[in-house]
């Protein structure tokens, strides 16, 4: 069955330091990937996707994320973290053709002064 | 581009009510999806429309709850006879075809 693993629940980093959040991805085919970004209470907000070619894919402020099809991985990272950045991501994984999204149980990001 | 919208924000029923939400995706957007989400958890996928045709369902979705989609434009979430399960964000996406989903804020629903 697809599934998606992100290992961390919660990670703490200073403002300032680099940032990589882990996500593993179970799937037979090669799959669309997601980053999401939720605040408190709102709705989930694209950070970048994957869908084929380049394997290293660049977002929406300031993040990227590597896919890693011999790991099954899809790490998200971002060199510099800044203090509007705490949130829930969230990975995510959908079929090809793409109608439903699997995703992760969320890494909470901390980040402190 | 308006983005998602859904309405309302919150509710708070008692258990047994039925409650309905709403969702009115993005107007070029022709799929619509329904999530639920729970405390600490990813949202888990509901249902899924692809303009007024309802193309798959989780089985997450008991006989209580019901999604319709009449004009293939907005979408409205019904849930009969409450549970203190069914507390929980139940977010809306829409999408033109399979590029990545656009979500609302959701709908918060409270059981008492």
């Known amino acids: 069955a697809q599934s998606v693993t992100q290992p961390d629940i919660h990670i703490t980093v200073s403002e300032g330091a680099s940032l990589e959040l882990r996500c593993n991805y179970s799937y037979g085919a090669t799959p669309y990937l997601f980053w999401y970004v939720q605040s408190p209470g709102q709705g989930l907000q694209l950070l970048l996707k994957y869908f084929s070619g380049d394997t290293l894919v660049q977002g929406i402020k300031g993040f990227e994320a590597e896919f890693k099809r011999s790991q099954s991985s899809f790490n998200l990272r971002k060199p510099s973290v800044h203090w509007s950045d705490a949130a829930e991501y969230f990975c995510a994984v959908a079929y090809t053709g793409g109608f439903k999204t699997i995703f992760g149980a969320g890494t909470r990001l901390f980040v402190k002064a | 581009d308006t983005g998602v919208s859904q309405d309302p924000r919150h509710k708070i029923t008692k258990r047994g009510q039925n409650v309905t939400f709403r969702c009115d995706p993005i107007?070029?957007?022709?799929?619509l999806y329904w999530y639920r989400q729970t405390l600490g958890q990813g949202p888990e996928f509901l249902t899924y429309?692809?303009?007024?045709?309802?193309?798959?369902k989780s089985r997450l979705l008991s006989d209580r709850f019901s999604a319709e989609r009449p004009k293939g434009s907005f979408s409205t979430l019904e849930i009969q006879r409450t549970e203190q399960g069914d507390s929980a964000m139940y977010l809306c996406?829409?999408?033109?075809?399979?590029?990545?989903?656009?979500f609302g804020d959701g709908t918060r629903l409270s059981i008492l």
């Open positions: 996406a829409s999408s033109f075809r399979d590029q990545p989903q656009h």
């Open positions: 429309f692809q303009n007024e045709a309802q193309l798959e």
């Open positions: 107007s070029e957007h022709n799929r």
